[in-house]
């Protein structure tokens, strides 16, 4: 009996299911839909085995259980080739479709029970001469009309439903449709040959191996599920409209990085047997050496909590991991309720932002992710959004708010003040997207983008013709301590011939040590050329009395709501008298910002301040204005 490529197929079949069947599964909806139609294959090829026998035995048996094998082989071809239509569009049309295409999917069910029945009730003959084996008739013709049905609809699915299929799905899909199509078209050429139920069974290895192998889905450091499968998960969830809860466990670290790096791994190991122990929530582990606990029940999200602090607890009985603790300590990062983000691409992106690196300052070790948080990160992204599409469409802008200088009684010095032109001519001023842009990195794009914007104008309007000594740049501590700060601020200004001495960078106060260091570096380089440094925002801060002692700067600005405050509060009146009388013993001159009245000039006058900014004499004016200005004030 020719049945030896169905045994194979058989085997194939009952290892996949094996295989399967011992990993671990996330339970997503495809995940289910391929197991159901490796089932499907598996007895469609038991059918076939069977049906060939009882036909080339068919004098031995009656003749209606010979028709009635037939018939059950035919009928699970069928359900063959609707189970992979099932499983290619598994999930999308349930939850992600629209009212036309979920009616799709449905008529498709109803379609094929019908189908069943219709095969059923139609005739079936066969035929078998020793060489040739087949079954024909109405029921045979009705199951190729409707295989190929299928067929086609999943090939058409994997077009019209590109978005939603990842590209390695549908390149295994449209393999398997493939040999599947062409074993059939084989074996009507050539009936003795009997493939297509192996056929069926090589699509379905296909499919595992490109696609369904769930050993690609746990990482091969900790057993856990691993990162490349946490997106899929979490948009099935999603998908399905379930609510549920994540805590991302991640640890801060407080030492030196290489006895760092070492504790970690040891750490993370430890933590990653015990986490087996969860079984409320699928655990994550995702490379970067923190763990994802997502809870489809947030009732368990409080007790493994207290499980797992109850474990770090207990570690400390073993002095090595004890240790460890002493630098590492775990952050959990908790999103109580999953509905605070549209999908998972929002929610990832949500988590990707409280990774460890992010929180340098942060002491707490609970974070809980609220609809708050999720706003404001929206804005944020929002805000980085903005200023990049302004970047790009030549929209910042940069006004100037001319500097009064006493001793001179003209104005000596502007500073450089960006603004960004919205698409509708609105102005947005650099309080509302600095701060975000310094916290996301962008500031050194954009401050580059800002002082090649300030030192063309300086360059082609030549502003020291207009008694202008000085142009006063904000300088982000993220680029002042950029290792290429120096040469590109020396490129610029050869590329524009301006005398160095022209510039003077405002810096304001840093927390990091390391930033001040590698800042004080620059500093001292640009220094060297000629160009000078001023302490912004005196007062405003904590510690800037350290900061004019170590460092270079020259000039000291005093914070507006210091002057502010000098008219009410007879303490802040002793500390401004005290820093100009302080700050010229050391030789540095002082601009007192914020002057918005004839009695604060007139004050700060008296005090011996050497520079007045603010807006009784000035508002930052626009380039154009401002050569007004200077052509109107200076000469
Ligand atoms: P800042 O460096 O302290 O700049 C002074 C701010 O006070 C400016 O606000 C200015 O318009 C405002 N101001 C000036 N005179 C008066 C006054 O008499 N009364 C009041 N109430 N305000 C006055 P602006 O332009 O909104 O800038 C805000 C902050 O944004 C700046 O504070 C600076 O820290 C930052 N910034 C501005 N431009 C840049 C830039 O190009 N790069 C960087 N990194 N930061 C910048
Ligand atoms: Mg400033
Ligand atoms: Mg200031």
Known sequence: MNIYTQICGLVIIALLITFYKKQPTMGLGSERRFITTLHVIFACVILDIISCYLIINATKYSRSI???????????????????????????FKYLGSNFERFLGRLYRYGFILGLFVTLYLPVEYHYDGIYLYSYGPAAFATYILVAIYIVSVVASTIVLKKHIKQQKINALLIWMTIWVC????QFFKPQLLIVSFAACIGALIMYLEMENPQSAISRKTGHFSSAVIHDYLD???????????????????????????ILRKTITTL????????????????????????????????????????????????????????????????????????????????SNFVPNNYENLVKDEIIIDKNTMAELRN?????????????????????????????????????????????????????????????????PLSDNIYRNVLTFMKSYRVEKLGIEKVELNL?????????FVSRMLELLEKNELNPSLLNFEITETSSLQSKENLLVNMEKLKAHGISFSLDDFGAGSSNL??????????????MHLTEEYFTNPKARAIVKTVVEMSHSMGLRIISEGIETEEQMKEMKSLGVDYLQGYYFSYPLPEHEFLKFLQMNNL
């Open 546 to 559: 350290n900061y004019i002692i170590d460092m270079p700067v020259e000039i000291v600005k005093l914070d």
């Open 476 to 484: 982000s501590v993220k680029q002042g301590e950029s290792p290429v």
């Open 272 to 351: 990653s047997e015990f986490l087996f122990n969860i079984e409320v929530a699928k655990v994550f582990d995702t490379a970067e050496g923190y763990f994802l606990l997502v809870f489809e029940n947030n009732d368990f999200m409080e007790s493994t909590k207290f499980k797992i602090a109850t474990y770090f607890q207990s570690v400390e009985d073993n002095p090595d991991i004890a240790y460890a603790y002493t630098l590492l300590h775990p952050v959990y990062t908790v999103v109580p309720d999953s509905s605070i983000a549209y999908n998972a691409d929002e929610l990832m992106m949500l988590l």
């Open 183 to 186: 074993s059939a078209v084989i």
């Open 236 to 262: 099935f969830l999603y998908q399905s409209k379930k609510n549920f809860s994540v805590m991302m466990i991640s640890f801060r670290t407080m030492g030196d990085a290489s006895t760092e790096n070492k």
């Open 66 to 92: 010979v028709l009635l094998s037939c018939k059950l082989y035919l009928l699970s071809l069928q359900a063959v080739s609707y189970s992979a239509l099932a499983y290619t569009i598994a999930d999308i």
């Open 380 to 444: 944020k992204k929002l805000v980085e959004k903005m200023v990049i599409e302004a970047m790009e469409d030549n929209r910042i802008e940069v006004h100037y708010q001319p500097i009064y200088n006493v001793s001179t009684c003209t104005y000596t010095g502007a500073e450089a003040l960006v603004r960004i032109r919205l698409q509708d001519g609105t102005l947005v001023y650099p309080n509302d997207f600095i701060p975000i842009v310094e916290e996301t990195g962008r500031i050194v």
